[in-house]
C-alpha cells in the first residue's frame, strides 16, 4: 500500500520521535532520599526534579534504578546515557556533560549522643573505627583526607544506622543532613539519638550527568527546564518535602 506524501511525512516524523526517546536511558543508584524505591516505585526528591524536567522538555527516557557501581559503569560505557545525582567533582568534571546545580549538600559524621562528644578533626582521624558504605564517593573522599580507619562493612545506608544504634560502631559516614532526617524517620530513631559531629567532611553540588556523546541540544534543553522550575519555585517546594527535621 502506498501512502500519500503527508501521511509518510508524519509516520516519519512519528518513527523518528520513538527513535530518539529509545535513543537515551536515564540510570540512577538507590540513595535516600535523592532517589530510591519505596512500594516499588521509584521516588525521591532529585527524581521528583528529573520527572519534572522531562515534562517540561517533553522526553520520556527510560529510567533504571541500578546498584552504585553498576549505575557509574553504565554512565560510563553506555552511550547516550545521563546519570543522577552525582557530585561534580574535579574527577568527574571532564568525563561529562553536566547539568544543575540541582542542590547544594553537606556531609558529616555522627555519632550517638550518649556518646562523649567528637568535636574536631583530630578525633575523627584517631577514632578507633568509623564506618562508611563499602564503595562510592563517600569511603573514596574519607580516604583522601587521611582516614586510616574506616570500617566499609556497610552494603546500604540503613545498615550505618543499625550498626550504630546497635553498638557495633560509634561513628558513621555515609549520608547528607536530608538522608540522615529520611532514615531516621524510617527507623524511627527519636529526635537527639543521634548527634551530628560539626567538622564538614565534604561540601558539593549534585547534578545530573550526561555521557559525553549526548546531543548538546538535549542537554541545553534540560539545563533550561531546570532554570524554569527554579525559577517557578518547584525545585524549593520538592526539597521541603524531603528535608524536614528529624520528629515533624
Same mark, same amino acid.
Given at each position: 500500500?502506498?501512502?500519500?506524501?503527508?501521511?509518510?511525512?508524519?509516520?516519519?516524523?512519528?518513527?523518528?520521535?520513538? =527513535?530518539?526517546?529509545?535513543?537515551?536511558?536515564?540510570? +540512577?543508584?538507590?540513595?535516600?532520599?535523592?532517589?530510591?524505591? %519505596?512500594?516499588?516505585?521509584? +521516588?525521591?526528591? +532529585?527524581?521528583?526534579? =528529573?520527572?519534572?524536567?522531562?515534562?517540561?522538555?517533553?522526553?520520556? $527516557?527510560?529510567?533504571?534504578?541500578?546498584?552504585?557501581?553498576?549505575?557509574?559503569?553504565?554512565?560510563?560505557?553506555?552511550?547516550?546515557?545521563?546519570?543522577?545525582?552525582?557530585?561534580?567533582?574535579?574527577?568527574?568534571?571532564?568525563?561529562?556533560?553536566? =547539568?544543575?546545580?540541582?542542590?547544594?549538600?553537606?556531609?558529616?559524621?555522627?555519632?550517638?549522643?550518649?556518646?562523649?562528644?567528637?568535636?574536631?578533626? %583530630?578525633?575523627?582521624?584517631?577514632?578507633? *573505627?568509623?564506618?562508611?558504605?563499602?564503595?562510592?564517593?563517600?569511603?573514596?573522599?574519607?580516604?583522601?583526607?587521611?582516614?586510616?580507619?574506616? #570500617?566499609?562493612?556497610?552494603?546500604?545506608?540503613?545498615?550505618?544506622?543499625?550498626?550504630?544504634?546497635?553498638?557495633? +560502631?560509634?561513628?558513621?559516614?555515609? #549520608?547528607?543532613?536530608?538522608? =540522615?532526617?529520611?532514615?531516621?524517620? *524510617?527507623?524511627?530513631?527519636?529526635?537527639?539519638?543521634?548527634?551530628?559531629?560539626?567538622? %564538614?567532611?565534604?561540601?558539593?553540588?549534585?547534578?545530573?550527568? $550526561?555521557?559525553?556523546?549526548?546531543?548538546?541540544?538535549?542537554?541545553?534543553?534540560?539545563?533550561?527546564?531546570?532554570?524554569?522550575?527554579?525559577?517557578?519555585?518547584?525545585?524549593?517546594?520538592?526539597?521541603?518535602?524531603?528535608?524536614?527535621?528529624?520528629?515533624?
Amino acid at each position: 500500500m502506498r501512502l500519500s506524501t503527508p501521511v509518510a511525512a508524519l509516520l516519519c516524523l512519528l518513527l523518528g520521535t520513538v =527513535v530518539r526517546a529509545g535513543e537515551y536511558q536515564v540510570v +540512577t543508584e538507590e540513595w535516600a532520599p535523592y532517589n530510591y524505591q %519505596e512500594n516499588n516505585q521509584l +521516588t525521591g526528591m +532529585t527524581t521528583e526534579i =528529573v520527572r519534572a524536567i522531562m515534562a517540561l522538555t517533553g522526553d520520556d $527516557f527510560e529510567v533504571l534504578l541500578q546498584p552504585s557501581m553498576r549505575a557509574t559503569q553504565v554512565l560510563r560505557t553506555r552511550s547516550k546515557t545521563l546519570m543522577f545525582s552525582l557530585f561534580r567533582t574535579a574527577e568527574r568534571e571532564p568525563l561529562y556533560k553536566w =547539568v544543575g546545580p540541582i542542590v547544594e549538600e553537606s556531609i558529616y559524621a555522627y555519632q550517638l549522643a550518649s556518646t562523649p562528644p567528637v568535636t574536631s578533626l %583530630e578525633q575523627l582521624l584517631h577514632a578507633p *573505627q568509623i564506618t562508611t558504605r563499602h564503595a562510592g564517593l563517600v569511603p573514596q573522599m574519607l580516604q583522601s583526607l587521611g582516614f586510616n580507619n574506616l #570500617d566499609k562493612s556497610a552494603t546500604e545506608s540503613k545498615l550505618l544506622y543499625r550498626m550504630l544504634l546497635a553498638g557495633r +560502631t560509634g561513628i558513621i559516614v555515609g #549520608d547528607t543532613d536530608a538522608g =540522615v532526617a529520611y532514615y531516621s524517620r *524510617q527507623l524511627n530513631i527519636a529526635p537527639g539519638t543521634l548527634r551530628k559531629i560539626p567538622i %564538614e567532611l565534604y561540601r558539593s553540588s549534585l547534578y545530573i550527568a $550526561f555521557s559525553l556523546d549526548s546531543e548538546d541540544e538535549v542537554v541545553a534543553a534540560w539545563a533550561k527546564a531546570l532554570e524554569q522550575l527554579r525559577r517557578s519555585g518547584e525545585v524549593e517546594r520538592i526539597q521541603r518535602r524531603y528535608e524536614r527535621p528529624v520528629g515533624q
